[in-house]
C-alpha cells in the first residue's frame, strides 16, 4: 500500500480530464521527489484559482476578479459592432493568435447537448440577444465548434437571431476547422484561413 498522503494526491490528479490512473500516479510521483517548492507553487496557484478569476459580465469571458469587465470589451480599439460567438473562453484565444479579428466576443459556456443535459437555457443566448441593440450590433460571427453539437447551437443561434433581428448579418467560420477538432486545438493557418473566409448563413 502506498502512503496515505500520496494516494490522496493522485486521486486528486486523477479528476483531471485526460489524466488516467498511471498518469495520476506519475504525476504525484514527480511532485513527491521534486523540490517541495513546486508543490508548494501549485498548492497555492490552485487556492486562489476560483477567486481570483472570474467572468465578465458582459462577454463572459474570463478576467482578473478585480476588473469590472474583459479587455475585449473595453478596450476602445474593438469594434462593438461585431461580435464573435464561441462555446468555451479559451476558444477566444486561439481567435486572437491569428490577429485577424478586431471585433468583441461572446461565450456562450458550451453547446446545446440533451445527451449531457445541457439545454439552450443553460448556455448565455439570452445575454447575447440582450447585447445585440445595446452595442448596436451589425455582425454575429458565430464560431461554435465543427462537431453535432456546435452545430446545432450554430443553428439554433441561427434560428432565435434571424427571429429577432431580420436585417442582422450572421455569419459562421468557413469550412477551414476539421470535424471533430475544438477550435482552441486548431493551428493558426486554419483559423485565419476559417475567419476570412466566412460566410452568411
Known sequence: MLP?????????????PGVGSRTA?????FLFRSNPQI????SETLKN?????????????LIDA???????YS??????????????PLDIYAIEST???????????????????????????????????????????????PSVEGESTALLLQKLLTEKYPELKITRLARGLP????????????LSAALSNRTSL
Open 39 to 42: 508543490s508548494e507553487t501549485i
Open 66 to 72: 478585480d476588473k469590472e469587465v474583459s479587455e475585449f
Open 4 to 16: 496515505k498522503a500520496l494516494l490522496d494526491t493522485i486521486d486528486a490528479l486523477g479528476h483531471l
Open 99 to 145: 490577429k485577424q479579428y478586431t471585433g468583441t466576443y461572446h461565450v456562450l459556456g458550451g453547446a446545446v447537448s440533451p445527451i449531457d443535459g445541457i439545454t439552450p437555457d443553460q448556455l448565455h443566448i439570452k445575454e447575447l440577444i440582450t447585447r445585440i441593440p445595446d452595442d448596436s450590433v451589425k455582425e454575429v460571427i458565430i464560431a461554435t465548434n
Open 179 to 190: 470535424l471533430g477538432v475544438d477550435l482552441s486545438y486548431a493551428d493558426q493557418i486554419t
Open 25 to 29: 500516479e506519475r504525476y504525484a510521483y
Open 49 to 61: 484559482l476560483h477567486s481570483g478569476v472570474k467572468s465578465c459580465p458582459k462577454t463572459f469571458a
Open 75 to 88: 478596450d476602445q480599439s474593438r469594434d462593438k459592432t461585431s461580435i464573435l460567438v464561441v462555446e468555451e
